[in-house]
């Protein structure tokens, strides 16, 4: 009779679908894969929403971005699209490694006595950086010890190389294994890199593009670029410790142990203290038992780290007499940089990634059961597990977690640090987002779950908003929450008590307060900087979201006045720079003509003159028969006759928005505007009708509703000197 561990056998089985599962076959390839490379990440996500991931046969990349379905407004990952194959430019083999390149407001938010106060940290960007703005260079380290800078060129636009030897490579052991790089203060780049005989460098790299100065008129002509790569090797130690003499053998130590798995590179931060943190250096060591089948089934990370430090150098005084001439004075040498091994630590788990957030103070963890770890970056101890409600920094600090399910080979955490996408053990592609699961969070600022709720959401998408990264996984976390109740548009009058606020609303009103918004523009005459203002923009875009559940189903009050006036801020857009803007064009060179000189920019704005003509008609027309349509126990004539709240109860029930649209400020300004452009486009359409025919005026149908429109946005009752959002 057969021993019962001759063969294999489903563990789930034999102890229970609670014991723990032996690693997969696919995880013992992942680890193999990081093992022997850096380089190797399939799934990365960018900074504007686009998550790629490689595909099978590694020659093209499937693009997806979060989505929200149009049948029921929920929130998930797009169908994949499948670019055309490489197979044809790919000089270097199949792909293998997916990087997005990088573009800074951070909290934390701290309750003082009924509200939260935010600490805002602003950070400089570190350099270096690509001489022509809006354009980026690739920065990469080869296997055989080569530092490579890509870029396009100024004046052709076309992509050039430099590069220069980090490390002589002249045999197998010398090969570069892992490579990280970060940037430094002093504009310019630190590098780490990792070979096979286990040995740990760090360089110094300056990128001098070849610019030469310009003068005091300024250079209108862009140079072309030439630029160089100058190095320095700072310091080398062993990325396996205790590995001096003889102790590099495995006798001691299993041979997973002595292979690496991660480099990062982490640059110098500063905290509120003003204390530095001076760049760390991250190495993780991943052990996974030699078989899926063997009976020890333990597994483990060990994560090392060094610190970059500097000691001055100190010439003995024996040495200045040296010198032939009597009064020459030496200087002092430069400092020398040392790397500081710091305490080593083991987790119980395998590590499949890790990044830096929160201005490189918390280092995330990925691990390949699902589940994920925030480290203070100092100590490396888990932080963001007390949750603390007097002092917010994430969602996941006050409760919020991820659902640890299913295992997992590769992460990617979002820009803005509150979702992830996984590639699991059957390739498929999954998205996660963080959710509460102890509890209701409770229903208004007065509950302390609740608040801390708005406040971490707003800290995530100000910093979001100024690091100009996508946010979209905060609105489909936002939208759980967002359920519609009484009068919850993000401009209403200042004297009305609202009972039961909405999530949406307190959320924009947080958030107005930390982006500092100016919602207040009943004094302004010119409303330019309303329509500049690309905070308001981004509130009514997001009360515009989170107001829309299916393109079949209604949305909600507030839904419906944000989209109005979006659609009022976009027509005002397009119809100013129609009529302003002159673009190149005619036999010359230098001559310039006018957008409406265009037929399809004419075509294209009396489709948005139309649609503005229509709005303002129903505008005028609901105003006109508001009186009449309001219950019986209500009148407009008498000032006792109706009280605010019960006439906004009821504008809310009817759905109508008519009289919102004219009391708020920003709103009543988009209207003025929007006014006086079809005003002036009357005035070109008449000129031009003029000189080519009789036909009626563009507009002369619609200039009573014109004209009516705009009287009664002049109205004094109206001026709002008691209104504010």
């Known amino acids: 009779m057969p021993l019962i561990m001759d063969d294999e ?73 499948t670019t055309p194959p490489f197979t044809q430019k790919l000089d270097g083999g199949p792909l293998k490694h997916l990087s997005w390149s990088p573009t800074v407001c951070h909290g934390p938010a701290v309750k003082d006595s009924s509200a939260y106060r935010y600490e805002l940290v602003q950070t400089p960007v570190l350099g270096p950086f690509h001489p022509t703005h809006g354009k980026s260079a690739f920065v990469c380290v080869t296997t055989n010890g080569l530092l490579r800078v890509l870029f396009p060129q100024t004046n052709t636009g076309k992509y050039q190389e430099v590069h220069t030897e980090l490390e002589s490579v002249v045999s197998s052991d010398d090969l570069l294994t892992h490579a990280a790089i ?68 495995t006798s001691n130590l299993e041979s997973s142990m002595v292979q690496l798995s991660h480099l990062e590179f982490l640059h110098s931060s500063v905290d509120t203290s003003g204390r530095v943190t001076p760049a760390t250096i991250v190495a993780t060591r991943s052990h996974l038992p030699v078989s899926t089948t063997h009976y020890n089934q333990d597994v483990h990370t060990t994560i090392d780290r060094w610190e970059v430090r500097e000691k001055p150098q100190v010439v003995h005084t024996a040495f200045e007499h040296l010198s032939s001439r009597r009064n020459s004075v030496g200087s002092q040498p430069g400092p020398t940089v040392f790397l500081k091994k710091l305490e080593s630590f083991t987790v119980n788990k395998i590590a499949l990634g890790l990044q830096p957030m929160n201005l490189g103070k918390i280092i995330f963890f990925a691990y390949s059961d699902s589940s994920v770890e925030y480290r203070d970056r100092t100590t490396m101890a888990e932080t963001w597990t007390d949750h603390d409600l007097d002092r917010v920094w994430h969602l996941s600090q006050i409760g919020f977690s991820y659902n640890e399910d299913e295992p997992c080979l590769q992460v990617a955490l979002s820009p803005s640090y509150c979702s992830l996408v996984q590639i699991r053990n059957d390739g498929k592609i999954k998205w996660k987002q963080l959710d509460y699961h102890l509890g209701d969070i409770g229903s208004s600022m007065e509950d302390p779950q609740y608040a801390a709720v708005i406040a971490a959401l707003s800290l995530s998408c100000s910093t979001a908003v100024m690091r100009n990264v996508t946010y979209d996984d905060l609105l ?25 606020k909405d999530f949406a609303y307190d959320w924009l009103v947080e958030l107005s307060r930390i982006l500092k918004t100016p919602v207040d523009y009943s004094e302004e005459q010119h409303f330019d900087t309303l329509i500049r203002n690309t905070t308001i923009q981004l509130c009514l875009c997001i009360q515009n979201s989170l107001g829309f559940h299916g393109e079949f189903n209604p949305r909600t009050f507030p839904g419906k006045f944000a989209w109005l006036v979006l659609q009022l801020r976009n027509i005002v857009v397009l ?18 003509t006018s957008p409406l000189e265009d037929p399809e920019v004419i075509n294209a704005l009396a489709g ?6 229509d709005l303002m008609a129903w505008l005028t027309d609901t105003l006109l028969t508001l009186s009449v349509a309001l219950p019986p126990n209500m009148d407009l004539k008498r000032v006792d006759g109706f009280t605010l709240p019960d006439l906004l109860e009821h504008l809310q029930k009817t759905n109508t928005i008519s009289l919102h649209l004219l009391l708020s400020s920003p709103t009543r300004g988009f209207l003025t505007a929007i006014c006086r452009r079809l005003t002036h486009l009357d005035y070109i359409a008449r000129r031009a009708m003029a000189h080519s025919s009789s ?31």
């Open 182 to 249: 970060c940037p430094d203060k002093s504009s310019t780049l630190l590098i780490a890199f990792a070979t096979s005989s286990k040995q740990l460098r760090t360089v110094r790299a300056l990128v001098d593009w070849g610019q030469q100065k310009t003068n005091e008129k300024g250079q209108t002509a862009p140079q072309q670029l030439n630029p160089t790569i100058k190095t320095r090797h700072l310091a080398v130690t062993s990325w396996l410790p205790d590995s001096a003499g003889d102790s590099l053998s």
């Open 476 to 500: 489909a976390t936002a939208h759980k929450y967002a359920k519609p109740s009484r009068f919850s548009v993000f401009v209403v009058p200042v004297n009305v008590t609202l009972n039961n």
């Open 575 to 592: 119809v100013t720079m129609a009529a302003n803007l002159n673009v190149p064009g005619g036999p010359n060179p230098n001559d310039r």
């Open 695 to 725: 036909n009626p005026p563009l507009l002369s149908p619609f200039n009573h509703i014109l004209k009516f429109a705009q009287n009664l946005l002049k109205l004094p009752q109206f001026s709002e000197q008691n209104l504010h959002f």
């Open 608 to 613: 948005s003159v139309r649609w503005i003509l």
């Open 9 to 81: 056998m489903d563990m789930d089985e034999l102890f229970g679908d609670g014991a723990t599962r032996p690693p997969s076959k696919e995880l013992h390839a992942r680890v193999d894969d990081l093992r022997r490379s850096g380089c190797c990440q399939a799934i990365a996500w960018s900074n504007w929403g686009c998550i790629a991931t490689i595909t099978a046969n590694r020659a093209a990349l499937e693009l997806r971005n979060l989505r929200c379905h149009p049948e029921n407004g929920t929130w998930g990952l797009s169908e994949a699209t």
